[in-house]
């Protein structure tokens, strides 16, 4: 995304103290920072190894969910923060998010019979305020199919119908980045941090090839390399966990529903979603300790990911 590359040409010494935050990284999380600091009246920096959105934050599933999952873990707090929050994006950037359905599908003898996925969506709807694009409704199995012929047939006895929200991550990183540049941060990509200014204890800056730029604070939002920039302080060498997530971009399978689904074999829940001509699959979600910047999608997640609706995948 060469758009992104929004940086400009610093000056030669910056003034001790040049900025209030600086902040490492440019993903979605680094820039809301950059941008909400800025927008505060703070001087802001943030400098990105690459491009905008070029790690995680253009590597997601797509989608701007309500929480939908956690209902299971009981966190109702965190799904009725989810739906409003995706109500806002859906407010406020249509042109990035855009409602998407879906479809639940039951199977007989599945872990979650008829009744259970009725009660789970009706309680989905009550905790968004009956905000969602739609309320859910329960569909019959020939119904479902003809929704989404690709929809494996056998045992299937119904589905559940309902909304969540998809978006462009990359554009939407970029664009908040371009906001935070127009509240007066500094924006500069390809700018890899490569060691910190430390004083007393105290991390004041950060060096940038030859430069050393301070601040008052600096923030590490570098994702994955979190570990890599804290160490640089001296601070400890682990306080992440790592994980890998793949997901398969096939052929077009699905007419407009994106589809919910458990891998028969342990049951981890994973999406099938149309997405620009094209179906994505995944996501898996392996623990992962090599260099984030070598993160390959291995022959074990390929299998994991690439069984095709109404094969051995069973809601």
Known sequence: MKSSHIGVSPPADPPR????????????????????????????ALFEQGDIAGGTSSRTSKLVHGGLRYLEQGAFGLVAESARERAVWLRI????????????????????????VRIGMTLYDVLALYRNVEPHRMVSAAEATRLEPALGSADL?????????????????????????EAGARIETYAPVDGLVVRRGLVEGVR???????????????????????????????????????????????????????????????????WRGFTLVGTTDLDYDGDPAAVTCTDEERRTCSTKPGGRCRA
């Not at 950037?93 to 979650?112: E, M, Q, T, W």
């Not at 589905?159 to 935070?180: H, K, T």
């Open 208 to 274: 940038v090839g030859a430069r050393a730029i301070e601040a008052r604070v600096v923030v590490n939002a570098a994702g994955p390399w979190l570990d890599r920039v804290s160490a640089m302080a001296g601070g400890p060498s682990y306080r992440i966990r790592r994980t890998r997530g793949a997901h398969l971009v096939l052929p077009p399978l699905l007419r407009e529903h994106a589809l919910v689904l458990s891998a028969g074999r342990d049951g981890r829940t994973f999406f099938v979603m149309p």
């Open 157 to 181: 006895v119904g589905a559940a119908r309902f909304f969540d929200a998809q978006m462009d991550d990359a554009r939407l990183c970029l664009e908040v980045a371009l906001s935070a540049r």
């Open 93 to 116: 950037a249509p042109h990035l998010v855009r409602p998407l359905p879906f479809l639940f599908p039951i199977y007989r003898g599945s872990r979650r019979p008829p009744w259970m």
């Open 17 to 44: 103290d040049a900025f209030d935050l600086i902040v490492v990284g440019g993903g979605i999380i680094g820039v809301w920072v950059a941008r909400d600091a800025a927008a505060r009246g703070m001087r802001v």
